[in-house]
């Protein structure tokens, strides 16, 4: 589970959501994880040199203080 995704985690700006069905909630999220898939399998090249880029320019970056 990554931190954004944790139980009782609050962001000041989020979207309010409907509820749904438990059936629903999977399948959304079944389509969010394909769609991801398939964005970083098309775009997974820029996200490296991206990340490798900051990477190299400051090494001593901890991935915890990522804003996402």
Request: hydrophobic share 40%; no cysteine; charged share 25%.
């Amino acid at each position: 589970m990554t931190r954004a995704s944790q139980p009782g985690r609050h962001h000041p700006n989020a979207l309010k959501l409907p509820s749904l069905s438990d059936e629903a909630v999977i399948q959304i999220q079944d389509f969010l994880h394909l769609a991801l898939d398939i964005f970083e399998d098309h775009y997974g090249a820029q996200i490296e040199r991206f990340y490798q880029s900051i990477w190299q320019d400051s090494p001593e970056l901890d991935l915890e203080d990522l804003p996402f």
